[in-house]
């Protein structure tokens, strides 16, 4: 499923925005469909502008029917009469997404640990300090079980000891959950963190659910800036 709202905050109509011959969401579509995981690949988006994109270039998408604070909300109002497990949320503004880091977030739901993951998500190292400083950058800390700590656009771990080397991750905007916990996390309350960071993912975390990270060499780009869509264009 892929959330995408047309009237970003920082960067309106971004989804929209030309990247090469395609539009930035119909990269991120077409590529999320090209992984071959999936049985079902939707756009959910609140545009009749985003909806006709996709659907008119022969992919699936749904309108929601609701205004919502998340994409994690539009989802699970898309999926509600779905009959699904595991439910992916690629970021309509990853429009690099490939095969190999969406493989290894699925392979952590397998066996009997894989059986006590309920929400799952990626992220990268961070070595250029100008990112590691942009509040456009969510970091992530995380525990020695690869279980989230916590999430920031702040500087997390903050470097006071400087030979102390801390590793900085980005958080990629991909989640995977199993449907009933995606479900809860739509009738709690956004939390006092997730307002004051705008950082869905922090829901889960202020009530008490672990988010178990994968590490990935993606090095692609996420669209939030008009900066970020001329990286985008030169890496394309």
Not at 18 to 25: A, D, M, N, S
Not at 49 to 59: L, S
Not at 67 to 76: F, L, P, Y
């Amino acid at each position: 499923m892929i959330p995408a709202r047309y009237a970003a905050t920082r960067f309106p109509a971004k989804l929209m925005q030309p990247l090469g011959e395609k539009t930035v969401i119909r990269h991120t579509y077409d590529n999320t469909v090209a992984t071959g995981l999936f049985d079902e690949v939707y756009v959910v988006t609140d545009s009749e502008i985003i909806f006709n994109e996709i659907t008119n270039n022969g992919g699936k998408a749904i309108i929601s029917i609701r205004q919502h604070e998340s994409g994690s909300d539009r989802i699970a109002e898309a999926i509600v009469g779905m009959d699904a497990g595991i439910v992916v949320n690629v970021q309509g503004d990853e429009p690099f997404v490939q095969r190999e880091p969406l493989r290894q977030l699925l392979r952590v739901f397998e066996g009997i640990e894989g059986s006590k993951v309920d929400v799952a998500s990626l992220m990268q190292v961070l070595n250029d300090e100008q990112y590691i400083n942009d509040p456009n950058y969510v970091k992530v800390v995380v525990d020695r079980h690869m279980n989230a700590l916590l999430f920031s656009r702040n500087v997390i771990p903050y470097p006071r000891e400087k030979s102390a080397n801390p590793v900085y991750y980005e958080h990629i905007g991909v989640y995977a959950f199993r449907k009933e916990t995606l479900m809860q996390f739509t009738q709690w309350p956004m939390t006092p963190l997730e307002a004051a960071e705008k950082i869905e993912c922090l829901r889960y975390l202020e009530n008490g659910v672990r988010i178990k990270m994968v590490v990935t060499a993606y090095m692609g780009v996420e669209i939030d800036t008009p900066d970020d869509l001329i990286r985008a264009a030169k890496l394309l």
